[in-house]
């Protein structure tokens, strides 16, 4: 196969995949806290449009994107899907070695992927602004970029300390025209509280997700979007693996025997794997290896229960894997990693045995990512770098000579400069969460 394998615009997906039929074990509904029953999904209409409400909790294996959504994803879609030969050569791979390029996007990660059809939904449902949170930041800046191409007002709260941090984010945000506040604020009933008690509280996104889903549910005109985690999200993203099927079809090469992705909510990973669900059930012998950080452990250490999405218990229970909702992740700088929770479907698929789930520490991510830039040119989000030394692990590994490996590369890491300085200074240091603090943190899950 050649270098890299790009398709034709007109040989882009034009359907979403959604798993939730095909998953063997099912998906357990959200729950309603005040009454521990299933949600009326009515509920959410306050802060969601209809129709991703229905794409939430669809049992339709296949859903037509629409033209307009396509249109735009045109503009970096589709991603190429490249053989990163230097790679293989500095590490000696016994495998050959692919990665799926989201960094291509105008953001620089695939979340613009979701971005682009949640706010036009949100736009064919007569919304004029949407709002809310983002951590590092990426989030934040492909909601903004897609409120602005569909004409949208775009709210961010964006956790303090990282507004503090990152203010390139924070001017990619304005530049496509999003208002970007430092959360906790005095804009909000839930920010006034927190600022009473802690006039210098850094934020988190536990308290920017309070601030968000209270402005969009006191707003009629007004709704919340979410980057991660919900099943809607998910669907968007597998615009990646069915690309990527085509791709390695297109270039003569045989389907990948591992693919590796990343979890933070779980969105870049579900969207790269539940592509080849199927196949796998049909029996297929195909790994899906999905990896978080040790210092956030939450598929590997944390319980499969119900829990709330944000810390002040606002949003409906969902069955996953959690670390609970008080939990605060050590500052680990891949940010977007840094989630107590994690997508429902991805948790029922490692409870299935079909994921297997892994967790690495920050320094030998870094040290991956170094590699990569050192032999394929991009500098990788520290998010990404996860993926990459598992992909590695692997590569190594005797018994996948000549095997296929996929890594999905969620992102770049041009924003995220500071933490390569700290790592390359010798700053960053890894950190084995005790046992205490997991089961500390496992009390507040809510007794139902
Ligand atoms: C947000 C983000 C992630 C983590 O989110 P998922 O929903 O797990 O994909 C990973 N990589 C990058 C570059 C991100 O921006």
New binding site residues.
Partial sequence: MSKKVFLQESEMPTQWYNVIPDIPGGLEPPLDPATGKPLDPKMLQAIFPDPLIEQEMSDKSWIDIPDEVNEILKIWRPSPLVRATRLEQMIGSKARIYYKNEAVSPAG???PNSAVAQVYYNKICGIKKIVTETG?G??GSSLSMACCFFGLECLVYMVKCSYEQKPFRRSMMQAWKGEVIPSPSDTTESGRDVLKNDPDCPGSLGIAISEAVEIAAQNSDTNYAL???LNH?LLHQTVIGLEAKKQFVIGNEKQPDIIVG????????GGIVVPYLRDKLDGADIRFIGVEPSACPTLTRGHFAYDFGDLAGLTPLLKMHTLGSKFVPPGIHAG??RYHGM?PIVSALVRDGLVEPVALHQKECFEAATIFARSEGIIP?P??SHAIRATIIEALKDENKDKVILFNL??HGHFDMTSYDKYYAGELHDYNLPEHELAKAAEHLPKL
Avoid at 263 to 268: A, Q, R
């Fill in positions: 990660s695939h979340k590092a990426q989030w980057g991660s985690v999200v990343c979890c933070g909510g779980g969105s870049n990973f977007g990693l997508s989000a998010e990404s969620s992102g």
